[in-house]
């Protein structure tokens, strides 16, 4: 008698849980993540064979344009709670008798880097578009009479002591204006910061290598 063969079925996998589960990720990565900023200024920097990079929290940034005018900008740190921004601009506030709304100080911890006078940072918070914010961005002061951007390093070191400090000039930037600012640098007992650059790698060729090594 011959023997049944039971009927060979193909196995069935459902997708369709896995695919919701996949769109709701997706949909809850797009609600809670932080977008870059774009730059306050286009800086091409030099490039370098170094390969050690700045931290991603906790770092205090000084941008030099080519046209050597300074922009600033401190982020809130690893823990955003402690709103290291919207403190910094208080600071200022007091120095320089001007006082900000909690709304202004709130939207001012969300934004990026900034250059202008902190007579027109009431402005630059309320503006109503980037064109006209853009427009007030003609550097932070740095002359001798009102040195601005020393009291935002000074200040910003007493809010957020730990950041580190990041100078990024552009390659055509004048020597004059980044020593200028390193010179600022050191006045306020900052004596070790990273030089922001674009990696080059370094190829070593056998001809290139000491004799005592091939």
Same mark, same amino acid.
């Given at each position: 008698?011959?023997?049944?063969?039971?009927?060979?079925?193909?196995?069935?996998?459902?997708?369709?849980?896995?695919?919701?589960?996949?769109?709701?990720?997706?949909?809850?990565?797009?609600?809670?993540?932080?977008?870059?900023?774009?730059?306050?200024?286009?800086?091409?920097?030099?490039?370098?064979?170094?390969? $050690?990079?700045?931290?991603?929290? +906790?770092?205090?940034? =000084?941008?030099?344009?080519? %046209? @050597? /005018?300074?922009?600033?900008?401190?982020?809130?740190?690893?823990?955003?709670?402690?709103?290291?921004?919207?403190?910094?601009?208080?600071?200022?506030?007091?120095?320089?008798?001007?006082?900000?709304?909690?709304?202004?100080?709130?939207?001012?911890?969300?934004?990026?880097?900034?250059?202008?006078?902190?007579?027109?940072?009431?402005?630059?918070?309320?503006? $109503?578009?980037?064109?006209?914010? +853009?427009?007030?961005? =003609?550097?932070?002061?740095? %002359? @001798? /009479?009102?040195?601005?951007?020393?009291?935002?390093?000074?200040?910003?070191?007493?809010?957020?002591?730990?950041?580190?400090?990041?100078?990024?000039?552009?390659?055509?930037?004048?020597?004059?204006?980044?020593?200028?600012?390193?010179?600022?640098?050191?006045?306020?007992?900052?004596?070790?910061?990273?030089?922001?650059?674009?990696?080059?790698?370094?190829?070593?060729?056998?001809?290139?290598?000491?004799?005592?090594?091939?």
């Amino acid at each position: 008698m011959p023997k049944i063969k039971p009927p060979v079925r193909t196995p069935h996998i459902d997708m369709t849980p896995m695919v919701d589960l996949f769109s709701v990720l997706l949909i809850f990565l797009l609600l809670t993540a932080s977008f870059r900023p774009a730059e306050v200024t286009p800086i091409e920097t030099p490039s370098s064979v170094s390969e $050690k990079q700045a931290p991603d929290n +906790d770092i205090m940034t =000084i941008m030099i344009s080519k %046209d @050597s /005018l300074v922009f600033f900008n401190i982020d809130n740190g690893k823990d955003t709670s402690t709103h290291f921004r919207s403190k910094l601009l208080e600071k200022m506030g007091e120095q320089y008798k001007i006082t900000f709304t909690p709304g202004e100080l709130k939207r001012f911890g969300t934004m990026a880097a900034f250059g202008m006078p902190i007579k027109d940072m009431k402005a630059w918070l309320n503006a $109503k578009d980037t064109k006209e914010r +853009d427009a007030l961005q =003609i550097g932070v002061p740095t %002359d @001798s /009479l009102d040195n601005q951007l020393a009291w935002w390093v000074r200040l910003a070191r007493l809010t957020n002591p730990g950041a580190e400090v990041a100078l990024k000039g552009d390659a055509e930037t004048p020597y004059v204006a980044v020593k200028k600012v390193m010179d600022l640098l050191q006045e306020n007992k900052v004596n070790k910061f990273n030089l922001v650059t674009n990696l080059t790698k370094e190829e070593v060729l056998l001809k290139d290598l000491p004799p005592e090594t091939k």
